[in-house]
């Protein structure tokens, strides 16, 4: 009986190991098309929200964090179909956390000395 299931286990495995044309990576070189926005009018973008939408990681907020945000990486995109600039401010360091004249007070992972 646990033989049965072994070998249907073993034709699922196989039919999804399977890849389409389409799933097989293509060569950087090939012509890409160019990107439009269509209809969409992505030269202003404004992000408001709470802490995912600033950046805020690892229990802080900082520089890496912030470049690695949801509203950074949608503007990133729509620059390439013709978006405007986006501008973020940005913290003025990457260490996060509680600082004091330009040393950790407070690990920003951990919140202790």
Do not use: H, W
Request: hydrophobic share 40%; aromatic share 8%.
């Amino acid at each position: 009986m646990n033989l049965k299931y072994i070998y249907l286990f073993l034709i699922a495995v196989s039919f999804t190991a399977c890849n389409d044309l389409e799933d097989v990576s293509r060569e950087d070189n090939e012509i890409k098309p160019e990107l439009t926005s269509g209809t969409a009018n992505f030269s202003t973008f404004v992000s408001v929200g709470n802490s995912l939408t600033a950046g805020f990681t690892d229990n802080a907020l900082f520089i890496a964090g912030q470049e690695n945000s949801l509203p950074n990486i949608l503007a990133g995109r729509f620059a390439l179909a013709g978006g405007g600039d986006f501008v973020q401010p940005l913290m003025n360091d990457n260490i996060g956390g509680l600082i004091a004249g330009g040393n950790p007070i407070l690990n920003p992972e951990t919140g202790a000395n």
